[in-house]
């Protein structure tokens, strides 16, 4: 059963946590040099359009379509955190998908199809993307490295955040799948912390977007104020959620 009393992130704390994101994305505007830093600030947009209907969901009420909104964040802070550790990583990841993508298209590609000239594209995007990597980094880089995508688990080990992919990640993957113990409100009486998963996102975000150059005035006093309350938490809150707000930042 859920304890009330137990420290969470009150919404009031998320909202202030996404306007900053949101005027750290406006005041960017797309203005990035170079693929690692336009990946971050599309991850950016990404993660902030899924926060912002979290919380508004959140506000009126509706906590199971909330839920549903927690693993695409999950994954994008997981990507983001993995790129910055290793931009060999962003190389990963933009091969895997563009090679899935190609073959997806080759199955919807016979001539004259709806699809016809997909696959075509795909194959040009992905060596398009290969010069691009080249020319940003180095050929030496990618010496050994597959032309293959890696899976989540893979990604959350790179970026050190293993320890969540195997809790916070594969449980609420069951609201996604439409398993039965989600889906029958099981996990409604248990206090999984999952504000501290927002915010431990929207906070990777916020540290992606300064360091490409936007102003983020107030980072460090939101930060300090998610620590007082990762402090606070019955028991210590040893999430590696909470864990990425550092004051220090």
């Known amino acids: 059963m859920k304890d009330e009393n137990s420290p969470n992130l009150p919404l009031e704390l998320l909202e202030r946590l996404s306007v900053e994101v949101e005027s ?8 990035c040099q170079g693929i ?28 199971a379509a909330a839920q549903q909104l927690l693993r695409p964040m999950l994954e994008t802070w997981v990507r983001i955190k993995a790129i910055r550790e290793d931009s060999v990583m962003l190389y990963r990841i933009a091969m895997g998908e563009l090679v899935e993508e190609e073959r997806w298209m080759k199955a919807l590609d016979p001539p004259g199809f709806i699809c016809d000239g997909g696959a075509q594209k795909c194959a040009e995007r992905k060596n398009q993307f290969h010069d691009s990597y080249v020319k940003e980094f180095s050929p030496k880089d990618l010496v050994g490295v597959p032309r293959m995508g890696m899976t989540i688990e893979g990604l959350a080990k790179a970026a050190n955040l293993g320890a969540l992919y195997n809790s916070y990640y594969r449980l609420l993957c069951r609201y996604t799948h439409g398993n039965l113990t989600a889906m029958t409100g099981f996990f409604s009486d248990i206090d999984i912390k999952e504000s501290f998963l927002v915010g431990g996102g929207l906070s990777e975000i916020m540290l992606a977007l300064k360091e490409l150059g936007a102003a983020c005035p107030n980072f460090c006093a939101l930060n300090a104020e998610v620590s007082a309350i990762c402090v606070s938490a019955s028991g210590g809150f040893e999430s590696p959620a909470a864990k990425t707000f550092d004051p220090k930042h």
Do not use: C, F, P
């Open 36 to 63: 690692l830093a336009g990946y971050q600030y599309y991850s950016a947009r990404h993660y902030a359009a899924a926060a912002r209907g979290y919380i508004r969901l959140k506000r009126g009420g509706e906590d």
């Open 24 to 31: 750290a994305i406006t005041e960017l505007d797309g203005n």
